[in-house]
């Protein structure tokens, strides 16, 4: 019985993955899903950094999609304005990958940074707007920037 266990354990990456995300990142605001609402609609980036295929299953409308493991990197590029406000998310407080992004935010000179720590869950079920599918590229960063 305790062999199927660890099996079932060790055959779950998203298992191994999950953690509790920290309450703040130094730097950053931390937001809840109401204050997030505010900033989407006084027109902030909002910035998911979950995988591709958890993106085309639903993320916050008016979203960039910039996992953390490929597009994030490309925010350190000195061309982008540093003062423009950025909200981060990832699915919820057990998914570290927004603080990290935050984070690199933070170090690359971001300004107006805010940590969405409970995440698209919290916005699906506060039943905020939503899109399905697009995938938008880092162009809408610079379009919302300018």
Known sequence: MLRILMLCLLASPAWLCAAEAPPQVNGAMTVNVYQARQLHALGAVFIDVRP??????????????????????GLSRTEWPRSVPLVVYCNSEVCPASAEAVRLAVAW??????????????????????????????????????
């Open 52 to 73: 591709r295929h958890e993106w085309a299953w639903g993320h916050v409308e008016g979203a960039v999609h910039m996992s953390l493991a490929r597009e994030f990197f």
């Open 109 to 146: 000179g971001y300004q107006q940074v805010f940590y969405f720590r409970e995440g698209y869950f919290a916005w699906m079920l506060a039943d905020f707007p939503q899109e399905k599918g697009q995938i938008n590229s880092i162009a809408t960063l610079n379009a919302q920037a300018h």
